[in-house]
Each structure stands twice: as structure tokens, then as C-alpha cells.
């Protein structure tokens, strides 16, 4: 499945409404109520403005065109519309996501960035002490396999080969494919670095297999191990991968929980931290926030002005910079555009976590 590139999304804009951005169900069909609902809604809000209007109307015939061809028949769909721009993408996603139609002068692309862990790559090694396959895992999909084998002398034909002499052989044996498996791993892990979205490593296989080939990782690729499972070493790929997806998940759960701890240490010593919409505007704005912390589902009436890409929460009547009209906006999508564009890390927390007392948002801040 193909990873969205949300800082491209997050930077796309244009003046007026002219992208159409949907988020769909697929549970149980396409929902074709909502779509309708929807497309009156909107078309109504951009009554007397032709040139919006048909923009937005020829997104709408795009989008329905392709909901009448195949579409897949479980989990969700981000699409996103623009005719003007030529930009027409889809993504699957995971799960079932909240049904949106959003037009709009740049892609909505929040829930998407939501998930966008879901689309990031971990590896899973299932090993005994003779066969190996290293795969390359994202989205449940096995996108690269690698296999390494050694054959290993298991019966001593030759009767003057003592049982000493056999297992010595036979550990050299083991030593050398742990190491070769190892040295696979080190180059499938350094080709996910460059390109900067390694979740973590899972070894699955039988118990003692894990545990001896754990010393042939180097410390850096230990750090990376997230998880192990106990699997006979001929497992299915897809048994064990989806075995492994819960443990990565768990993992990053756990990492983003102290995120929070930490965010909440910050502010209770007065140190490196910003919370509520206004200050963490600014802490990201000025590039100082090193990750933003979301409340998922979150969002607060706004507006953007497209002169001068200011934006913030509230309506009013003029762009406090520039005097120019603004146009209405959920501001907290405008400020995941400004972090994916400044190169702040998104993070999205369920509500219940503590974020929601802070305002809705946070950022943990580099100076
Ligand atoms: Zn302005």
C-alpha cells in the first residue's frame, strides 16, 4: 500500500475552495446517503459562487465515478480532489474511519495524519537456527521478503566423527548464519532509515532460536527490537505478521504515553512545553516544537487567510495581518499543516490520555 507523502498534501493550496477531500466507510458499502447529504450541503454553502461551485461539482462527478468502479470492500478510503491542480489520490486505510466530505482550499488531511503510523514499515524475523526469512512489513502488507539458509550437517555419516567433533561443527555452523542473518537485517534496516519511518523490529520464531540470535544483533538494531513471538519456524507469512502488528502497536502506545508523561513534567516545571491552541501555535510557527501532541478527533472553528497563510481560532471579519477576508477553517487542521511543514512530529492521543485538559493540544519544545 502506498504511504501518503503528507507533507506534499500538507502544502497544497489555492486561493479559493477547490479541493475536494473524502473520508469513507467501506464497512458496508459505500455509504451513499452521506455522500449525497454531503454534496447538497456543500453545494448549498457555495450557492452564488459559480466558479466554486462548478470546481466543486466537478470534483464531485470525479469522486463518483470512482465510488461506482471497484472500491475496496472492507476498512476505509481517503481520496482527495483537486481539478484545478490535477490531484487525484487515494489512499486505503485501516479500520473505519469517521465518514467526511470536506471542500476546502487544501486537501483536510487530518485524519489521515492521524494514521499515519499505520503506514510506516517495521520488520518481522522468523528464524530457527538454519532458516530465516526477513520480512518488510506496512499496513498488514508484506511489501519485501528475504530469505537466508544454511544447510546444516545434522546426521554424522562418517563414523569417525566423534559427537564432540559434531556439535563443535555444528555450532560453527549456527554462528555463521546467525551472523549472516544478522548482517541482512543491518541492511534492511539502514534501507528503511533513508527513508526515515522504522517502527521497530519483532523476532518470531521458537523460543531458543530468539533468544541466541538476540546476541548477533548489534546494540542500535536491539534497541529497534519491540517485541518476540513464539512461532514454529515455518509459520505463515501472514500468521505471523498479523501476530506481530499488535505487538509494534503496543509498543508505540507505550512510547507515546511517556510522551505524554513527559509533556506533562514539562509543564509542571515550567520547562519545555506549550499547551492550548494559541501557545502552540506559536511554539510551532517559530520551529521551536519538537513534537505536537493532538487530541485525536479534535478540531476548533478557525480561519485562514490564503494572502498571508495566517491563520487562528474564531471568525473574524478581517485578517489581522493583512486585512484581507479570511476563510473559515477548522484551525486545528491548519496548525497539522504548519507542523507537517515545519517538520514537527504529529502525534494524535485519544482524548482520555490528558491531552483534553491541556486544551487539545500540546507541543514539546526543542529550546
Ligand atoms: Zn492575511
Given amino acids: 500500500m502506498r504511504a501518503p507523502d503528507l507533507r506534499r498534501l500538507a502544502d497544497i493550496h489555492e486561493l479559493r475552495p477547490a479541493f475536494l477531500s473524502a473520508y469513507l466507510d467501506l464497512s458496508r458499502g459505500v455509504d451513499q446517503s452521506f455522500v449525497r447529504k454531503r454534496s447538497k450541503?456543500?453545494?448549498?454553502?457555495?450557492?452564488?459562487?459559480?466558479?466554486?461551485?462548478?470546481?466543486?461539482?466537478?470534483?464531485?462527478?470525479?469522486?463518483?465515478?470512482?465510488?461506482?468502479?471497484?472500491?475496496?470492500?472492507d476498512g476505509g478510503l481517503a481520496v482527495f480532489i483537486g481539478p484545478a491542480a490535477?490531484?487525484?489520490?487515494?489512499?486505503?486505510?485501516?479500520?473505519?474511519p469517521e465518514m467526511r466530505l470536506v471542500f476546502d482550499s487544501s486537501p483536510y488531511i487530518k485524519p489521515l495524519v492521524a494514521l499515519h503510523h499505520e503506514f510506516e514499515e517495521?520488520?518481522?524475523v522468523v528464524l530457527d537456527r538454519s532458516h530465516a526469512r526477513i520480512f518488510l512489513v506496512a499496513h498488514y502488507e508484506i511489501l519485501d521478503e528475504d530469505?537466508?539458509?544454511?544447510?546444516?550437517?545434522?546426521?554424522?555419516?562418517?563414523?569417525?566423527?566423534?559427537?564432540?567433533?559434531?556439535?563443535?561443527?555444528?555450532?560453527?555452523?549456527?554462528?555463521?548464519?546467525?551472523?549472516?542473518v544478522a548482517e541482512h537485517l543491518v541492511r534492511e534496516v539502514e534501507r528503511c532509515k533513508c527513508q526515515g519511518r522504522l517502527r521497530g523490529i519483532v523476532l518470531a520464531g521458537p523460543k531458543d532460536a530468539k533468544t541466541a540470535f538476540e546476541?548477533?544483533?548489534?546494540?542500535?538494531?536491539?534497541?529497534?527490537?519491540?517485541?518476540?513471538?513464539?512461532e514454529p519456524a515455518d509459520v505463515p507469512a501472514g500468521t505471523v505478521v498479523r501476530a506481530a502488528h499488535p505487538i509494534v502497536r503496543e509498543h508505540e502506545r507505550a512510547a507515546e504515553g511517556e510522551m505524554i508523561e513527559r509533556l506533562r513534567g514539562?509543564?509542571?516545571?515550567?520547562?519545555?512545553?506549550?499547551?492550548?491552541?494559541?501557545?502552540?501555535?506559536?511554539?510551532?510557527?517559530?520551529?521551536?516544537?519538537?513534537?505536537?501532541?493532538?487530541?485525536?478527533g479534535f478540531s476548533l472553528p478557525g480561519w485562514r487567510c490564503e494572502h498571508c497563510r495566517n491563520f487562528g481560532t474564531g471568525s473574524p471579519q478581517r485578517c489581522p495581518a493583512c486585512r484581507k477576508e479570511p476563510v473559515f477553517v477548522d484551525a486545528v487542521e491548519e496548525l497539522v499543516e504548519l507542523a507537517l511543514d515545519m517538520g514537527t512530529q504529529v502525534e494524535f492521543q485519544p482524548a482520555d490520555c490528558g491531552i483534553a485538559?491541556?486544551?487539545g493540544v500540546g507541543a514539546l519544545l526543542r529550546y
Wanted: hydrophobic share 40%; glycine share 10%; with cysteine.
Fill in 357 to 359: 485538559e491541556l486544551g
Fill in 147 to 180: 530469505e537466508v539458509c544454511e544447510e546444516i550437517v545434522r546426521h554424522h555419516r562418517h563414523g569417525g566423527m566423534s559427537q564432540m567433533r559434531f556439535q563443535r561443527l555444528h555450532a560453527g555452523y549456527v554462528d555463521r548464519f546467525f551472523k549472516e
Fill in 266 to 296: 514539562e509543564i509542571l516545571r515550567g520547562g519545555l512545553a506549550a499547551y492550548g491552541f494559541d501557545q502552540v501555535r506559536e511554539a510551532v510557527a517559530s520551529g521551536r516544537a519538537d513534537v505536537l501532541i493532538v487530541q485525536a
Fill in 86 to 96: 490535477n490531484l487525484f489520490e487515494t489512499y486505503r486505510l485501516p479500520g473505519q
Fill in 215 to 230: 546476541k548477533y544483533m548489534p546494540a542500535d538494531l536491539r534497541k529497534l527490537l519491540v517485541g518476540k513471538v513464539d
Fill in 122 to 124: 517495521y520488520i518481522v
Fill in 41 to 73: 450541503e456543500i453545494g448549498n454553502a457555495l450557492a452564488g459562487r459559480r466558479e466554486e461551485l462548478a470546481v466543486f461539482e466537478e470534483a464531485f462527478a470525479r469522486l463518483e465515478r470512482m465510488l461506482e468502479d471497484e472500491v475496496p470492500s
